[in-house]
């Protein structure tokens, strides 16, 4: 059973960045979609961004030219590099992969101050 382990999370001012790293066990991370969903207080969780095991992103509007998905070279890891966060940026970032089901990692915290 794959396992996920999001971190990079933390307190950020308006304008400031972060960049999350999601590190997967085993060996089928790079054979499959994943990507990054967030959750803010007393709002569903939403899609973020993802990636394919080819390289091809799809992001959400909300994250479009300031929230970047990228897979690591070497690593079963996958980035999101947050620029120029904004409080609308609050909440609990999860990182997931898609297989037969999806799995999700246990979520790591972003604050935006203003």
């Known amino acids: 059973q794959v396992q996920l382990v999001e971190s990079g999370g933390g307190l950020a001012q308006a304008g400031g960045s972060l960049r999350l790293s999601c590190e997967a066990s085993g060996r089928f991370f790079r054979f499959n979609p994943v990507g990054w969903y967030r959750q803010a207080p007393g709002n569903q969780r939403e899609f973020v961004a993802s990636?394919?095991?080819?390289?091809?992103?799809k992001d959400a509007d909300s994250a479009k030219g300031r929230l970047t998905i990228a897979r690591g070279n070497t690593k079963n890891t996958v980035y999101l590099q947050m620029n120029n966060l904004n409080p609308g940026d609050t909440a609990v970032y999860y990182c997931?992969?898609?297989?037969?089901?999806?799995?999700w990692g246990q979520g790591t915290q972003v604050t935006v101050s203003s």
């Open positions: 997931y992969i898609q297989r037969t089901q999806v799995v």
């Open positions: 990636v394919t095991a080819t390289g091809n992103t």
